[in-house]
């Protein structure tokens, strides 16, 4: 059965230094998300990717990070600048399309991040 | 604003007993999708089941089902005949059908099951 990837699985850097998470949507989705989990709190939404841009993006996703489909099958999120408070377990999602509201959107095993 | 409430921190059910975990949300939509997610300690996350706000009937899968009561915005989870491998967290989300529908997610319950 297809699944979205994530690599790496655990990822420890500085603060300050840069990341990027990587993720392997599903073949045939069309729509992308990345999510972050802090430690013992809810999944929270950060942004949205669709026809190489981003559709929506939350509060959260200001300008220390961005998102780039470098080529047909990589799906990635870059933290400029990493903060303490960056913490945290990053998922990506995918969906094949979203119209009527019922397509399910399928997540990666996560990236925990931690900075130091 | 969608809203996700999931007022049960933690719940400890025996082996082979029902649980029901609860979830109520707020939303101006009218056409919206609600999902439960579960969590176990690896961290990843699983699609359980999915309800949509049109559909006429509650959703099951397996030993999920989702008791959902429109007028009373709530869209609760049952897992019949627990076992030891449902202990984990559980999310509740919603997704309304506009934009680039993303999902929100409520604070979630943590479920144990004893043996």
């Known amino acids: 059965e297809p699944e979205v990837t994530q690599t790496p699985s655990h990822q420890v850097t500085q603060m300050g230094q840069e990341v990027i998470l990587r993720c392997v949507p599903i073949?045939?989705?069309?729509?992308f998300y990345w999510y972050r989990q802090i430690l013992g709190q809810k999944v929270e939404f950060l942004v949205s990717?669709?026809?190489?841009?981003?559709?929506?993006k939350s509060e959260i996703f200001d300008d220390q990070f961005s998102v780039e489909r470098p080529d047909g099958s990589n799906f990635t999120l870059k933290i400029r600048s990493t903060k303490l408070e960056d913490s945290a377990m990053y998922f990506c999602a995918s969906t094949r399309h979203i119209a009527g509201g019922e397509e399910t959107q399928y997540f990666g095993p996560g990236t925990r991040l931690l900075v130091l | 604003a969608q809203k996700i409430t999931q007022t049960q921190p933690g719940m400890f059910v025996q082996e082979k007993e029902a649980v029901t975990l609860d979830c109520t949300y707020d939303t101006s939509d009218p056409s919206y999708g609600l999902f439960w997610y579960k969590q176990p300690s690896s961290g990843e996350m699983i699609f359980l089941i999915y309800q949509g706000s049109y559909d006429q009937q509650n959703a099951t899968e397996g030993r999920y089902s989702l008791n959902f009561q429109k007028a009373r915005k709530s869209a609760n989870l049952v897992i019949s005949a627990s076992q030891l491998g449902d202990s984990a967290m559980y999310f509740c989300a919603m997704r309304e059908v506009q934009g680039a529908q993303k999902l929100v997610f409520g604070q979630g319950t943590r479920l144990t099951i004893n043996p």
């Open positions: 073949s045939n989705h069309l729509y």
């Open positions: 990717f669709y026809n190489n841009e981003i559709s929506e």
